[in-house]
């Protein structure tokens, strides 16, 4: 094939050949707000590496929430601190790698890979003892940095590739990581999950939801997935969930200035969902609970954990200002843990119950290149089930935008996942 200075999405280059210009999907400073207006189809110049680092050509991109903050711009702006005028998000890719850099011992020119998104110095003490994600420049990529994957080309530490699984398309295999790689931080290594334990999954069918599900049922652990709608309830289960629960039938988030009266309603409503959950659990109150979506929901997630119990939080999608009655958290002694995102060992241990098919994901839709901003704009609309990907490479494999039924799903499970 002829070489040329840019390709369209879709059209592979020849393999190595680096174009000058790509196809990106920008956010520009004077356009941050909802992502439909805010992320717009641009040429850009393809991004130079360094001697630690890969370009890699993309196929598919997730998506993720990360996206939808980045495009409001809020609660900060990226490109205040990248001191960009653009930005190129996407935290999650699937792709091969397209060209190297000197000290790049690892990887080699057409690998098909994954991108785990945390990038760190590589050389304090907190990277080579302690932890990456303690790492004082820890970044996740495709957020606090430029040249996420929703363009043909995105740029790369090397530690941050992981093989990608052969049995998976490349859509589901760009659309696991950020999430899936988090819940096993928090999950594993934050909160120490058992076998045995009881779980209360926020969210359970959403990104992080359906792999903090499919964790507790590989570890043994029994899974209260928490979710607003029966087809959600009906996904939660198929994927493990020992029970579920419709957050509707209850009254419990946490309102903005709220009188005494609605305070006494609302932890009457909290003791209600712990009584419901208790008579599923046979009288066991639950052991860790996991959160990210903050402000409307914590006050209940510290109340229902049992005496010496976790709350391991991630996010706040409802609002990141929490309150709730701290004499719930000290007289029974429980535990609230921070966790963000997952180091790269944690990455690849994750990795690997993907590859061994006990561990699957769940793509709900797939979408052209051009409608990048509707998916977020549906992310940020709540109208998603598990995770959605862009065709950015892998234009061909767009195949039918309609959900996967449930049921179907359950059936492909069942063929993939002989331990469960
Ligand atoms: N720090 C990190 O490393 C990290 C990593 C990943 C994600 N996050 C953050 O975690 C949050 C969730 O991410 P995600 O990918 O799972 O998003 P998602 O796919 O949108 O799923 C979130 C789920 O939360 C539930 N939810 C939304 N609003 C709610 C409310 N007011 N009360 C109760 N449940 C509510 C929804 O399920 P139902 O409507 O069915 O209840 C939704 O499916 C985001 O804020 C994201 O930025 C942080």
Redesign the pocket.
Known sequence: MREKAIYDVGEMPPLGHVPKAMHAIVIRKDREGEPQTAMQHEQMPVPAIGPNEVLVYVMGAGV???GV?AARGKPVSIMKSTGDDFHIAGSDASGIVWKVGSNVKRWKVGDEVVVHCNQSCGQCPECNGLDPMACAEQKIWGYETNWGSFAQFTKVQAQQLLPKPRHLSWMDAASYG??YF?AYRMLVDQAEMKAGDNVLV??A?????IFAVQLCKVMGANAIA????PA?AELAKSLGAKWTIN?KDYDF?RRENETPEQTKHRLAETRRLGKAIREMTGGKDVDIVFE??GR??FPTSVLLAKRFGKIVI?????GYHLDFDVRHLWMRQKQILGS??ANAYEATRANQLIIEGKVVPYLDATYAFDDTPRAHQD?AE?K?MGKMAIAVGAAAELHAEEPEEAAGYEESMQENVPAF
Do not use: I
């Open positions: 993720n929430f990360n903050w950020l999430t988090t926020w969210g069918s959403g990104g992080l939801g928490v979710v607003s709608s959600k957050r988030a990210h979506v409307e929901t991630c996010g706040a999608t409802s963000h995102f992310m709540n998603h």
